[in-house]
């Protein structure tokens, strides 16, 4: 059975809606990376495909128009038919089929315009090729200010990292003045350079007062400070261990001054006085 003319017509106006989806999908990136004024296609070739685009988008507004045009011839009435006042149920069934038919072809012509309203939207922005070089040169600058802006960025960046860093720097450069050394300290004295002699304190194991000896003594084996502190403290000083370095000698016995040289301490009375001698 051969096909009808408005079903051959529908399978072209298909087939050329989906060579121009195709197309469209592929010409939309190309066309806005010209627009950006990039390197990345040819104008030729992309002019090329969109009058391909433009071509088929004038078939697809054809095929439709025909659609519509023969859809309309189908529907009007014959005039025996209409005349005809014996039609019956097959009459109305008919009439039916065809309003369908109607609402289903202005759905199709409907679709088909903005399609094609779509497509040459789409198709109808693409720079000259002086638009093109005027977009390249504007892309160039702009790329140019962006690379200064951002080493510029990272320079002050750069600074501010280090004026932060600056005051814990010489903090460091003022603490690791001197670094340490590994040795041990009476090595690294050993081999310090000579030079004047320099006197040490000797130290004892007495109290604060008693920390600082005097070189000369009145008695062999105890210094002058503690002869003269032996006075005030004789008992305690007696069982007191000689300040001399070595062993301590036989003859050196620590005998306590009598009692009666003791200066007597005066008692002070704490607190609030008794009044027993008032009674």
């Not at 806005?32 to 495909?49: C, F, K, M, T």
């Not at 306590?256 to 006085?273: D, K, N, Q, V, Y």
């Amino acid at each position: 059975m051969p096909a009808s003319p408005i079903s051959e017509l529908y399978r072209q106006m298909r087939v050329a809606m989906l060579k121009a989806g195709d197309l469209l999908s592929e010409y939309e990136p190309m066309a806005a990376s010209l627009r950006r004024g990039e390197d990345s296609y040819n104008l030729a070739h992309v002019s090329e495909l969109r009058m391909q685009i433009r071509q088929l988008l004038d078939q697809i507004d054809a095929v439709s128009l025909r659609i519509a045009s023969l859809s309309a011839r189908a529907q009007t009435p014959d005039p025996d038919e209409a005349s005809d006042n014996t039609a019956g149920l097959q009459k109305q069934l008919r009439q039916q089929q065809l309003a369908k038919e109607a609402r289903v072809e202005r759905a199709i012509r409907a679709y088909a315009v903005a399609f094609v309203r779509e497509g040459l939207l789409i198709v109808a922005c693409l720079p000259t090729p002086d638009q093109l070089r005027e977009l390249r040169a504007q892309r160039a600058e702009q790329q140019r200010r962006e690379a200064e802006a951002r080493r510029a960025a990272a320079a002050a960046k750069e600074q501010q990292q280090r004026s932060r860093a600056a005051p814990r720097q010489r903090r460091l450069r003022h603490r690791l003045r001197r670094a340490p050394s590994w040795r041990p300290r009476r090595v690294a004295d050993q081999q310090r350079p000579s030079g004047p002699a320099r006197t040490k304190k000797r130290r004892t194991r007495c109290s604060s007062r008693l920390a600082t000896c005097a070189t000369s003594s009145t008695r062999p084996g105890r210094p002058a400070a503690l002869t003269r502190f032996a006075r005030w403290r004789p008992t305690w000083l007696s069982c007191w261990p000689s300040c001399t370095p070595g062993r301590r000698r036989s003859g050196d016995r620590r005998t306590p001054l009598p009692t009666s040289r003791r200066p007597r301490r005066r008692r002070r009375r704490r607190g609030i006085p008794s009044n027993r001698k008032f009674a």
